[in-house]
T-cell receptor, first 112, second 119 residues
Framework: GIQVEQSPPDLILQEGANSTLRCNFS?????LQWFHQNPWGQLINLFY???GTKQNGRLSATTVATERYSLLYISSSQTTDSGVYFC??????????????FGTGTRLTIIP | GAVVSQHPSRVICKSGTSVKIECRSL??????MFWYRQFPKQSLMLMAT?????????EQGVEKDKFLINHASLTLSTLTVTSAHPEDSSFYIC???????????????FGAGSRLTVL
């Protein structure tokens, strides 16, 4: 099956710093989303971004589908940004089934 | 925006009992729902894909008789953990989208998760 690797696995930053999270995937995909999982386990959708670049406030994301990677940028980090960030990819199997695979995650800790 | 409700958020049960977790799409009809399992400090693992009106598609290694999935309506899918044992303790999360990818319904929305503890 498709492999989705995220880096770095852990990241500790001072409040106000910028960060870049990376998601590499091993095959072509139909869909890619970035999520933030808060300390209570809720997954918050950040971006739907199978290709191109999008921005939402302090966050932006870029997916280069031909090179099979996506980047999530967080600027001017705040303590509320702490949590685990996942990318998830969807591809359609040869049998027409949707397969959703989550990445390994990046645990971000923002220190005041 | 699309909202997915998951219930219960937390459940503690004795070994050998069965537990049902509900996943509801509140403001849209979900032809497809997905069930995941997450162990502490790990990623989400897809357990099965639930399609309204048909049998669920289980991932390799997931016991169909242990994890019963029913998607009886366009707004409700249920996961029943049968004869639960301590090793079934985990965080279970569902997700849904309004339609198949081919329809353009691309964005997945997730429930808040259900934390199961089997004593």
């Amino acid at each position: 099956g498709i492999q989705v690797e995220q880096s770095p696995p852990d990241l500790i930053l001072q409040e106000g710093a910028n960060s870049t999270l990376r998601c590499n995937f091993s095959d072509s995909v139909n869909n890619l989303q970035w999520f933030h999982q808060n300390p209570w386990g809720q997954l918050i959708n950040l971006f739907y971004i199978p290709s191109g670049t999008k921005q939402n406030g302090r966050l932006s994301a870029t997916t280069v589908a031909t090179e099979r990677y996506s980047l999530l940028y967080i600027s001017s980090s705040q303590t509320t940004d702490s949590g685990v960030y996942f990318c998830a990819v969807v591809f359609i199997s040869n049998f027409g089934n949707e397969k959703l695979t989550f990445g390994t995650g990046t645990r971000l800790t923002i220190i005041p | 925006g699309a909202v997915v409700s998951q219930h219960p958020s937390r459940v503690i049960c004795k070994s050998g009992t069965s537990v049902k977790i509900e996943c509801r799409s509140l403001d849209f009809q979900a032809t497809t729902m997905f069930w995941y399992r997450q162990f502490p400090k790990q990623s989400l693992m897809l357990m099965a894909t639930s399609n309204e009106g048909s049998k669920a598609t289980y991932e390799q290694g997931v016991e169909k008789d242990k994890f019963l999935i029913n998607h009886a309506s366009l707004t409700l899918s249920t996961l029943t953990v049968t004869s639960a044992h301590p090793e079934d303790s985990s965080f279970y999360i569902c997700s849904a989208r309004p339609g198949p990818l081919s329809s353009g319904a691309n964005v997945l929305t997730f429930g808040a998760g259900s934390r199961l503890t089997v004593l």
